[in-house]
C-alpha cells in the first residue's frame, strides 16, 4: 500500500496559487490515493454501521475563482450524497490530515442529535477521548480539543446545533504534517479504522 503514503509535496499541494492549477494537482496527486482509501474503509464501514456505505470523494465543481483549501472523501449510506447525513470524513488540507465524524449545515439530523446527545452526555460523552477534536464549521480550520471544553461550552454547542441551521458539529482526530509524513499506507488506514471505531456512538446516537 505504498502508494498510499502521504508526502511533504501532497501537503504542498495547497500553496499552489490559481483554482485551475491548484485543482489540476488534487486530481493528479491526491485523489488516486482517496480512491485507495474509499476501497478499504468502505467495508469496514459497511460493517461497522450496518448499512452498505457509498464512497464520495469531493469533486469542488461549485468554485469558480477560490482554490479549495483542503480536500476529502466522505462515506454515507446514500449513493446520492452524504451532506445531508451523518457521514464519516477522511481529508488534508496544507498543515494536516482530518479523520471526522460529520453533521454538516445541510444534515436534517443535527436537532435530533443534540437533542439526544444532550439527554445522554453523561453516557456517550466520555466515550469520545479526550485528545479527540470537535469542530463546528467544516469550512474553517478552528478546532477545540475535546478535553478543553468546560460543561457550559458544551451546553452551548449543542443548543446551537438543535437551533441555528448553519450550525454543524465534527468530531474526531487531525494528524499533523510531519506525523502523516512519517505513516506508511497500512498505518493511515488502522487510523482511520481506529477512529471511525470510536466515533461510532455519535454516529449511532445521529442516526437512532
Known amino acids: 500500500m505504498s502508494s498510499l503514503k502521504f ?10 496559487d490559481g483554482l485551475e492549477p491548484r485543482m489540476d494537482m488534487i486530481k493528479r496527486r491526491l485523489r488516486p490515493k482517496f480512491e485507495i482509501v474509499g476501497e478499504q474503509i468502505a467495508p469496514f464501514l459497511t460493517m461497522q454501521v450496518q448499512e452498505p456505505v457509498t464512497v464520495h470523494i469531493a469533486k469542488h465543481a461549485r468554485r469558480t475563482v477560490n482554490p479549495p483549501e483542503e480536500t476529502w472523501i466522505a462515506w454515507s449510506t446514500s449513493k446520492r450524497s452524504y451532506k445531508s447525513l451523518p457521514h464519516f470524513q477522511f ?21 435530533q442529535f443534540a437533542r439526544n446527545l444532550r439527554a445522554q452526555l453523561d453516557e456517550i460523552w466520555p466515550l469520545i477521548p479526550d485528545t479527540y477534536y470537535i469542530s463546528q464549521d467544516h469550512t474553517k480550520p478552528d478546532v477545540t480539543m475535546k478535553k478543553e471544553m468546560e460543561p457550559d461550552h458544551v451546553a452551548k454547542m449543542l443548543d446551537r446545533l438543535e437551533k441555528v441551521k448553519k450550525a454543524e458539529f465534527l468530531c474526531g482526530i487531525l494528524i499533523p504534517r510531519e506525523e502523516a509524513v512519517a505513516l506508511s499506507g497500512e498505518d493511515v488506514i488502522k487510523r482511520i479504522e481506529e477512529t471511525f471505531q470510536q466515533l461510532d456512538p455519535l454516529y449511532k446516537l445521529a442516526t437512532s
Open 7 to 16: 508526502t511533504e509535496e501532497d501537503f504542498t499541494v495547497f500553496n499552489i
Open 91 to 111: 481529508g488534508i488540507r496544507d498543515l494536516h490530515l482530518f479523520v471526522w465524524f460529520a453533521l454538516i449545515y445541510e444534515c436534517e439530523h443535527k436537532a
